[in-house]
Structure formats: structure tokens, C-alpha cells
């Protein structure tokens, strides 16, 4: 592909840190090797409104401020986005998160082809998660789903539905939809020749096994499950603390920043912290905030199995991937995305919800876990990096490109 300048677009950006922001990152890495980068975000007080770093050209810019809070208010400001584009003379847009209603409108209004990438259902679903009322995992967003389940009935609620399906049009209107596994795509009730799933990736030079022997001595582990998750309900880490209790191990749940501070104000934290005492085993179970890179590695190294018990659709789960390259193997509910990427000789895939899975799946996996951990590692070097992600991205910006006369 001839060099192009090309804008990754997305609500948050540094000082910010996430999963949104890795996947940002790491393609926009490799495509500055050949191509001009450009990340746009929403403008963050304190720091500059343009910064070149790496090769890469970081837009902090004012019409995307609150964009993950009022996407709608956002869609508004579009005119200026769309004078934004055409002033970099950007020849593709690969569009994340909740900014993007205004992104593909911009873009659209630009002519300018347009990639949006799934990374969670605020867009999509007036839940945010596709967990219908009566605890069921939605199939797609319908009106029919959406009052015999969720009880969509009154004449606001119909207000809502009827929003949402005008999001869903202006998201289809993308020249192309990246879905980051086969379920996530499943969601979409549109055509599918503009769908195409693009599994995430992993840095095997930024993940890899180290001594984790600092992190056991610090907290006093020798056994070990670990579960890396923000303290929310979809993530299942409640199945986690009732499994821990039938198992001769200790869990170790990394999650939320100011961890202690937040889940005064997290009714699910509280709700963690009491099923804990209420359990009896304060001893086996060790709540921590989110740990920089070099502790994380650390605590993925030492881990006898990495547990992702999400109970919603988990449109990938990057930690996976990350335990596999620092050789350790993976338990994973079937309703993760990456779950699609996995078999038995690199961890288990078990059903959401399920505590006895739990306990089988890490009986099963603890007695061969060095073996399993050194075979995803060999795995995820060879099917499942970012080079791998960013080859199949850039070939459809391509595709894109060729399909749009816009340019012509």
C-alpha cells in the first residue's frame, strides 16, 4: 500500500490509558513505519493541542470534549470535525468508541472513506452490555428485544429505541466495520459485506515472561488465579471469589485505579468486598488497583492461570492475549470474544455464570500449566500479534480507499 495519511480517532487518548488506547497505539506504531499517522482526541486541559511523538501527530482537539459522556452532544459539532479532516487531507479515518457518530458524519460530509471499530455497546444498545433485563444475553438490537425484555414501553422509552436505531444506521453507513470477533459481528443486523473481524493483538516484546518472585515475596503468594478486570458486574469477578473458595489457591484481583477510594462509591465494589467476609476468606483473596506495565507482567508471570469470567459479550478481552505471552495460561467464558482464538492446549473456554466451570477448568489447567503457557506463547507469536492486526486493518483501508470515489 502507498504511504497515506491516516487518522486513528478516539474519545480518549494519553494522558489516558486503556484498552482503546493500546489498540491506538500499537496501530499507529507500525503503521508510521510506512504511513502518516495521525491520532485525534478530545482536547485535555494542560496538555498541548498538538504534540508529535514517535513519528505520530497527537490532535487534542475541543469538538470531541465529552464525547464518551454525551455522544449525542458531540454529533453536533460535526461541521468542525469535518473542517478538521480536510484540513489534514487525510485520505482514510479509522474511527473508535463514542466519538465516532460524529467522526462518520464528518467524515461522510468530507468525503473522506470511514473505518469504524467496535470496542463496546454504548453506541449500540440503550444498556451498554446486550444483558437484557432478565439476565439473558441479548442476540442484536431490535424494537421486538428491546420492550419484551428490557420493557421499552412508554412513550420516552420509545423516544430511546427509535435513537438508537439512528445510531445504528449512521454507524452502517461506515464504508467498513471492524468487529473484533465473529459474535460482535453477529450483533449487527445490516449487510455484511462492509463487516470484516479483525482479531485484536499482542506486543510479544512488551508482554513476556519475567521473574515474578518481587511480586509473590510482596504480597506473600506462592499459588495463585489471577483476574485483571475493572470492578464491574459484567465482568463476572463475583464467580471468581465463590470459585476461589472450593480451591486449594489464592485470587488476586487487579482492579480499578484508587481501588480502595473508588469502590466507596462502587456499589459492586462494596458488593465485592462483603461477599469476601461474607465467605470467610479474607486470607485467599488479595484486592489490588491497577498495576503498571512492569508489575503487570510480573503478576501474569506468576500466575498459575489468568481467569476472564465475564458474564456479558466481551467483544475480545486483550488480557488473554497478554497472559498467553508471558506463558500463562487462560480460562475464559465463552462469551469473550477471544475465546474464538483459544483451544485446550492454551487454557479452557467455560460457561459464563458458572462456578463449578471455574473449579474444573483450573483442576484441569494447574497440573500442566508450564506446558500450556510455553504453547500459547509460541501461539500468540505466530497467529495473534499486532503486526498480524495491523496487516489485515491496512488491507482494508485499502479496500476501502479502491471501493470510494471520493478521492477520484
Known amino acids: 500500500m502507498y504511504c497515506v495519511r491516516i487518522a486513528l480517532v478516539a474519545d480518549s487518548y494519553y494522558p489516558y490509558i486503556g484498552g482503546i488506547q493500546r489498540y491506538i497505539d500499537e496501530l499507529a506504531n507500525i503503521f508510521s513505519e510506512r504511513h502518516e499517522v495521525h491520532i485525534i482526541t478530545q482536547y485535555v486541559p494542560g496538555y498541548s493541542e498538538t504534540e508529535l511523538r514517535n513519528n505520530i501527530t497527537i490532535h487534542r482537539i475541543k469538538p470531541l470534549v465529552n464525547a464518551e459522556t454525551a455522544p ?18 487525510l485520505d482514510i479515518i479509522h474511527t473508535n468508541n463514542h466519538c465516532s457518530l460524529s467522526v462518520i458524519k464528518a467524515a461522510k460530509a468530507s468525503k473522506i472513506p470511514v473505518i469504524y471499530c467496535v470496542h463496546g455497546y454504548g453506541l449500540l444498545c440503550p444498556k451498554h452490555s446486550f444483558i437484557r433485563n432478565n439476565g439473558t444475553l441479548c442476540d442484536g438490537f431490535s424494537s421486538f428485544a428491546c420492550f419484551r425484555f428490557c420493557n421499552y414501553r412508554t412513550i420516552h422509552d420509545l423516544l430511546i429505541v427509535n435513537d438508537y436505531r439512528k445510531r445504528n ?11 473484533p470477533s ?15 473481524v479483525i482479531y485484536h493483538g499482542v506486543n510479544t516484546k512488551r508482554f513476556f515472561p519475567v521473574r515474578s ?18 470492578l464491574i458486574p459484567e465482568k463476572g469477578v463475583e464467580y471468581a471469589i465463590r470459585a476461589i473458595k472450593e480451591m486449594n489457591s489464592k485470587l488476586v484481583i487487579i482492579g480499578d485505579y484508587d481501588l480502595f ?21 479474607q486470607h485467599k483473596v488479595l484486592f489490588l488497583q491497577f498495576q503498571d506495565h512492569c508489575e503487570l507482567i510480573k503478576a501474569l508471570s506468576g500466575a498459575s492461570a489468568t481467569l476472564i469470567p465475564s458474564v456479558w459479550r ?21 462469551v469473550c470474544g477471544v475465546a474464538e482464538t483459544f483451544d485446550d492446549t492454551v487454557g479452557r473456554i467455560i460457561k459464563e455464570g ?36 495491523a496487516v489485515k486493518t491496512l488491507s482494508l483501508y485499502e479496500r476501502a480507499s479502491n471501493q470510494n470515489s471520493y478521492k477520484a
Open 72 to 89: 449525542l452532544s458531540v454529533l453536533r459539532n460535526y461541521p468542525q470535525l469535518s473542517e478538521y479532516f480536510r484540513e489534514l487531507n
Open 169 to 179: 444506521k449512521l454507524i452502517k453507513s461506515s464504508d467498513y466495520i471492524i468487529a
Open 182 to 196: 465473529k459474535q460482535v459481528s453477529q450483533l449487527f443486523e445490516a449487510e455484511k459485506n462492509n463487516l470484516s
Open 213 to 230: 518472585e518481587p511480586f509473590k515475596q510482596k504480597y506473600d503468594l506462592d499459588e495463585y488465579i489471577l483476574v485483571v478486570a475493572r
Open 261 to 281: 477510594q473508588r469502590t466507596q462509591r462502587n456499589p459492586y465494589g462494596n458488593k465485592l468486598f462483603r461477599l469476601v467476609k461474607s465467605l470467610g476468606i
Open 314 to 334: 466481551e467483544p475480545f478481552g486483550l488480557i488473554a492475549l497478554e497472559s498467553l505471552a508471558c506463558e500463562t495460561p487462560a480460562i475464559i467464558t465463552q
Open 354 to 389: 458458572a462456578i463449578e466451570s471455574i473449579v474444573d477448568a483450573f483442576h484441569k489447567v494447574f497440573p500442566n500449566s508450564k506446558e500450556m503457557g510455553k504453547r500459547g506463547r509460541i501461539k500468540v507469536e505466530n497467529e495473534l500479534t499486532w503486526n498480524h492486526a
